[in-house]
């Protein structure tokens, strides 16, 4: 079968879908149809990014698409505003009011995140429909209908390409959002809010966004929905609906963008065959709707639990591999020059405590970390070893005492910040995004060596800083050995591969400071060989390592200093030798002195 490439195959689904109007003999009903179809899909592409790839779930989207409904039916009917002019200000009153509810719902985890979107989206639902102003009940009547030129689109086949043109963008628009460094970024976030921001990621701002963003979608759905049916009221945008919009999303594939567009497809032309079918063999057709409805929806979940679009996506022709282009010449590096100099302090601890109620996880620890140094931090389980890293850096606030990192202190900094002053860490338990590839998962790492943002990302301004952050990737990506798996997904990996792609993104980072929290963990002997040798190669540029493990032969081997901690306390520290010989460290690992 011929391989076709990702592009040219949207290009045909595009052309196919828009040219369809030209086709002689559709009924006019079919084209009623998959308008609706393409009005539903733009929420439920919006909820795709917000649901499916950011883990919000929100209930309310109905009501955006009720304020760009009524924004644009009030500018016309009261004003006589154009209907394009009203397009504007129909997405401006939907972003500034998701913007103002995101600020305090988007912050929200768990239950609440939902309970949150379900309470607003009841409220302004029966907000617009409790003033004389907007039609009360009754809604505004007598929209005006869209015009291009001199023709007015009041038929369903009419208005059938302008519908779906905007369909097609939102998704194009979304699909280049999760293509670059700001869609990497949304899917740690949803793996992890620790590991993303230790790589300088914001999450409440990340998770602002694409709350925003998925409202503007369904602030265009409403403006079309008013135009196409040319008179508007609260009834189609309540909680019902919004339960409906968010129901789309998770049957199409709630992590795939065109799940959207599947989604809404099914769940409309399902509804619409019931509809034609059930009178014909039940005299309350309504109620056994219903019940049919859910009955199919639930077997198709059982069957397609990640929904419908990866079953479609089989079908097709397998797309030839697509290479992100690289700009004229070679990118410019992202890494800086191999540090040289006298070693110089770059991390102190001085009298760090950490408590979590009565209990003193870290008590009253001090050491000192170099340039071109390895000091192990080592201790029975329990000892305090993570805690410690995670205050370094700045997962968890210091409960006493102070950090220093390159002459700054840090104990009250946000992680973002301490990332930017160069340190990087690895963790115990490995935070990744299986279903991204390695390149992705360590391009991740770089997120602080970019500068263009979402709205570069949509527009694909930002090839050029992409092919240079990839390049970077790929290059950490072969320093730990892991080119034979490159454009794996990390989730098919073994656990010691995936410490190595920790690593890896770790230094994509370009640390002066590393933290490694177990990185021998689950590795094979070889592989631990050359990830000795590789942090040996890192010492001698210059880096300060500190370094968490279970395995004494690593350790001993590598560092140069070792700290010991037993139940938050620091009991020993010196030279490798020293440690090895140390009675009480023999005592907190045996239980007894040998």
């Not at 379900?118 to 005006?144: D, E, M, R, V």
């Not at 594939?253 to 065109?258: D, P």
């Not at 100099?341 to 003193?360: T, W, Y």
């Not at 606030?397 to 992680?415: A, F, N, V």
């Amino acid at each position: 079968m011929t391989r076709l490439s990702n592009t040219t195959l949207a290009l045909t689904a595009a052309a196919v879908i828009l040219l369809a109007p030209l086709v002689p003999g559709v009924p006019a009903y079919l084209f009623d149809l998959f308008d609706n179809i393409g009005l539903a899909a733009l929420v439920a592409t919006g909820l795709v990014l917000l649901t499916g790839v950011g883990r919000l779930t929100s209930f309310g989207q109905a009501a955006f698409c009720g304020i760009g409904a009524y924004a644009t039916g009030l500018l016309t009917t009261k004003f006589g505003w154009s209907p394009w002019a009203t397009l504007p200000m129909a997405l401006v009153a939907s972003g500034l009011v998701s913007f103002v509810l995101g600020a305090f719902t988007a912050r929200l985890s768990g239950h609440f995140l939902p309970l949150g979107t379900i309470a607003w989206g009841l409220s302004l639902a029966l907000l617009l429909g409790s003033f004389a102003y907007t039609g009360a009940h009754s809604g505004i009547g007598a929209i005006p209908p869209l015009r291009i030129g001199t023709v007015a689109l009041l038929q369903p086949r009419q208005i059938y390409a302008v519908i779906w043109a905007c369909v097609l963008m939102a998704v194009g628009l979304c699909h280049n959002l999760l293509q670059s460094r700001f869609g990497r970024s949304v899917r740690l976030l949803r793996q992890s809010a620790m590991a993303a921001a230790a790589f300088g990621i914001h999450p409440a701002r990340v998770k602002l966004f694409i709350f925003v963003f998925a409202a503007m979608l369904a602030g265009l759905s409403g403006w079309l929905f008013a135009h196409d049916q040319r008179a508007i009221n609260p009834t189609s945008f309540g909680i019902d609906a919004g339960i409906r919009y968010l129901f789309m999303a998770v049957v199409g594939g709630g992590g795939y963008i065109w799940g959207g567009v599947a989604g809404a497809a099914f769940v409309l032309i399902l509804k619409d065959v019931l509809e034609q079918v059930l009178p014909l063999v039940s005299a309350n057709p309504t109620q056994i709707e219903e019940i049919c409805f859910g009955i199919i929806l639930v077997a198709l979940l059982q069957v397609a639990p990640d929904g419908l679009w990866p079953l479609l996506a089989r079908l097709r022709p397998a797309p030839a591999p697509e290479v992100p282009p690289l700009a004229p010449g070679p990118p410019p590096p992202l890494a800086a020059a191999t540090r040289s100099g006298a070693p110089v302090e770059m991390l102190r601890l001085v009298g760090l405590g950490r408590k979590f109620g009565g209990l003193s996880a870290v008590d009253n620890v001090d050491f000192a970390l170099r340039s071109g140094e390895i000091v192990g931090l080592i201790g029975p389980n329990g000892a305090g070893k993570s805690t410690t890293f995670n205050m370094i850096s700045g997962a968890l606030p210091p409960s006493s005492g102070e950090i220093w990192l390159k002459g700054q202190r840090i104990d009250r900094r946000k992680p973002q910040a301490i990332a930017g002053l160069g340190l990087a860490r690895t963790f115990q338990h490995v935070k990744l995004v299986p279903d991204m590839s390695v390149l992705e998962n360590v391009a991740l790492g770089g997120h602080l060596a970019g500068t263009a943002g979402p709205l570069h990302a949509m527009a694909r301004l930002e090839r050029r800083e992409e092919a240079a952050l990839l390049a970077e990737a790929r290059a950490q990506s072969l320093r730990v050995g892991l080119g034979g798996v490159i454009d794996k997904p990390v989730g098919t990996l073994a656990l010691g591969q995936q410490r190595l792609v920790e690593v890896a993104r770790a230094l994509c980072n370009n640390p002066d400071v590393l933290l490694l929290d177990e990185p021998a963990a689950g590795l094979r002997l070889f592989e631990k060989q050359a990830l000795a040798a590789l942090l040996r190669d890192l010492r001698a540029e210059g880096r300060a390592i500190l370094l968490v493990e279970h395995d004494m032969g690593f350790v001993m081997e590598l560092t140069d200093h070792i700290i010991v901690l037993e139940f938050g306390r620091k009991i020993a520290e010196g030279a490798p030798d020293v440690i090895r010989a140390s009675k009480d460290v023999i005592r907190a690992y045996l239980g007894a002195e040998a």
